[in-house]
């Protein structure tokens, strides 16, 4: 388009000028700097103490970058650190924890999507109240049930094993996980659900090869829950399996809280980053599906 | 057996809200039937239940003289069309199109075939290999009545197959699913809201309200001797014009005017008394030199004019109700002008004041 007017118009023109410091932004962008102030903080002491040595450390600034830079806190914390009786560091509790999260977050998904499935389309007799006791489900606490999952374990001679905690995770993540799908798969359209049975496809056809392949965003919001539920978890952890099986939270607890010894802070900085990195890369990877998912799942009720 | 649908005593509740009431319906081989309703009237449920996707309460469901009321969808010999396509987004067109065949185990050979086959019949072969997100809403629909094509089947079901598309793209549409039935020669079940789409396509119309059938039958009946009211009031774009009045002595009268109803043929054969409500077309009305032929004239005042381009749409009033005539499109009049307009009793409709049925 041609802008005649600029010819015959010799004052100021284009869109209305904005103050870069006005009072809005000021405010605005003020409160965006505290609070990200807030939540960086403690992050940046963790990895500048990581990377101190302990005599550093002693001297007392702590928001000092480090003079001289040294890994061995994060060598020790991986491999050397106490926990207890034995000194192997985070690493025991780090292939514990891929042991117990891997197995539960697919069994989760996998059973709580086709729960989802059966209750959005197939509306069975009694969907609606078993759905409502299973939401219900969602908020007994935990503690309640904490004993009684001990002896049921023991029972049936799980009790201090992996597949012990595997099942525990399963089963409780059953509520919201189930939830969600349904809320998704609710969303999609009835109409495909029917085209599909028309077209024959009986209950595992639909599903794997109409649902599933349209629900990659929910997929992946509940595998990024369950994988952060469960790397997270430390209660089921150090309840239901023995010091050899302990997931990588309880290690690095045993770590942090020994009350043997100097406190090593740069140690002890490292062991928790490296906790906390698992879920960190899960988000970092898929934040993006994440918000997507969240937003498709909520749509529909 | 000539009938390729038969419903019998077909009930079907939801808790306690009675969606289908004793249903009857019989279609036969190769017939085009529109179930015409207003939302809620329980047309889209009625066709669900023929293709088998809601259970029903009571009575039967029998396709080619096979009780299928129990049946799985994919076993009743029917294919279906839906208002939003349904098509697998994950899929190509060649792949929404064998899926159901797929399904269905047959040899890779004859899905080739008869998706060739369908696909030359609806002009969607360039489309084949492509999803359906890069789809026209047109194109998106022909995959989906190709969908129901490919199945070979004797009952093609549609359900409100138009809706979602614009105006010119559904007259399109509309020519060539009539044209597919020509040359398909299967039973169709067409549901809709749109009485243009009924009355073009229908052999035959069941105008539904409340979970019943109101009245079924052509075009042509449904439009010239509505049973009631209500189907009355429902075909016919503008509506009817109704007045109230009385019948007395093979007269209808309503405030001074009195229509003669000489040529009006009674359903019972003979005039009868009493509160009767006369229901006249506005494209039946007459105006300019034809008003002389006409038995009953009168004049009124025009309150407001409506050209449409083709028609122009006058309001006006008759003994005090509001009226409408519609007039050729070339007709100059104005607002507040007089004019002279006659009515053919014998094209009217007189109903019972209190029970709305035809006399």
Redesign the interface.
């Given at each position: 388009m041609v802008d005649t007017t600029s010819h015959t118009f010799t004052g100021p023109h284009g869109p209305k000028p904005r103050k870069a410091f006005s009072r809005r932004n000021i405010f605005l962008y003020g409160t965006l700097l505290v609070v990200t102030l807030y939540y960086a903080l403690p992050l940046y002491i963790m990895i500048v103490t990581s990377l101190k040595g302990m005599p550093e450390i002693r001297m007392g600034n702590i928001f000092a970058p480090p003079l001289e830079v040294t890994f061995e806190p994060w060598v020790k914390a991986w491999s050397q650190a106490c926990t207890g009786l034995t000194c192997d560091g985070l690493s025991t509790g780090f292939w514990n924890s891929v042991r117990i999260t891997i197995p539960s977050v697919i069994l989760s998904i996998i059973i709580a999507s086709v729960n989802g499935y059966a209750l959005a389309n197939w509306k069975f007799k009694g969907a609606n109240v078993f759905f409502t006791i299973l939401i219900f489900g969602a908020f007994i606490p935990y503690q309640v049930m904490l004993y009684p999952i001990v002896i049921m374990l023991r029972e049936i001679g799980l009790y201090g094993s992996l597949t012990g905690l595997v099942i525990v995770h399963t089963v409780f993540g059953m509520p919201i996980l189930t939830l969600l799908f349904r809320n998704y798969f609710s969303s999609l359209?009835e109409?495909?659900f029917?085209?599909?049975?028309?077209?024959?496809?009986g209950f595992w056809?639909i599903y794997f090869?109409?649902m599933v392949?349209?629900s990659l965003p929910i997929f992946t919001v509940a595998m990024i829950l369950q994988v952060t539920g469960i790397w997270n978890d430390f209660l089921f952890g150090v309840v239901y399996t023995g010091p050899e099986s302990y997931p990588m939270t309880v290690s690095l607890n045993n770590i942090v809280n020994s009350s043997q010894g100097v406190k090593e802070y740069n140690v002890n900085m490292a062991a928790t980053i490296l906790t906390g990195l698992v879920p960190l890369t899960i988000y970092f990877v898929s934040g993006k599906l994440f918000v997507r998912g969240i937003a498709a799942g909520a749509v529909k009720g | 057996m000539t009938n390729s649908v038969e419903i019998k005593n077909l009930d079907l509740q939801f808790g306690a809200i009675k969606v289908l009431q004793d249903l009857n319906l019989e279609i036969g081989k190769g017939e085009f039937l529109v179930l015409l309703g207003s939302s809620g009237c329980g047309k889209s449920t009625l066709l669900?239940c023929i293709?088998?996707?809601l259970d029903v309460s009571g009575g039967q469901i029998h396709i080619n003289g096979t009780n299928v009321t129990w049946a799985?969808?994919?076993?009743r010999g029917?294919?279906?069309v839906?208002?939003?396509?349904?098509?697998?987004?994950?899929m190509t067109v060649e792949g929404n199109l064998s899926?159901?065949l797929k399904?269905?185990k047959l040899p890779k050979s004859q899905i080739e075939s008869r998706i060739k086959r369908a696909a030359e019949v609806l002009q969607i072969e360039p489309l084949l290999k492509r999803k359906p997100a890069a789809l026209s809403g047109g194109q998106r629909q022909r995959v989906a009545i190709g969908?129901a094509l490919v199945?070979d089947v004797d009952v093609f079901l549609f359900?409100e197959p138009l809706s979602n598309l614009d105006a010119k793209l559904r007259a399109d549409l509309r020519v060539e699913i009539k044209r597919l039935h020509h040359s398909l020669q299967n039973t169709m079940i067409y549901v809709t809201h749109d009485q243009i789409e009924a009355m073009t396509l229908a052999d035959r119309i069941a105008i539904m309200r409340g979970g019943q059938i109101m009245q079924l039958g052509s075009p042509d009946e449904i439009y010239g001797r509505p049973v009631n009211k209500y189907v009355a009031d429902f075909i016919g774009s503008p509506s009817m014009n109704f007045l109230e009045g009385k019948i007395n002595e093979g007269a209808f009268h309503v405030g001074d005017l009195v229509i003669p109803l000489e040529r009006y043929a009674f359903a019972g054969g003979g005039p009868v008394n009493g509160d009767t409500t006369i229901g006249i077309r506005p494209e039946h009305v007459v105006t300019g030199e034809l008003v002389g032929n006409a038995p009953f004239q009168v004049d009124v005042e025009i309150s407001l004019i409506e050209p449409t381009g083709s028609d122009t749409l006058v309001d006006c009033k008759v003994a005090g109700k509001h009226f409408r005539v519609r007039m050729d499109g070339q007709s100059r009049v104005s607002v507040g002008e007089k004019l002279r307009i006659g009515i053919n009793p014998a094209m009217a409709s007189l109903f019972d004041l209190k029970s709305e049925l035809r006399l």
């Open positions: 359209p109409e495909l029917k085209a599909a049975r028309v077209d024959g496809a056809g090869r109409i392949p349209m | 669900n293709a088998g996707l799985e969808p994919s076993e029917i294919g279906m839906f208002q939003s396509y349904a098509l697998y987004p994950q899926f159901g399904n269905a969908r199945r359900d």
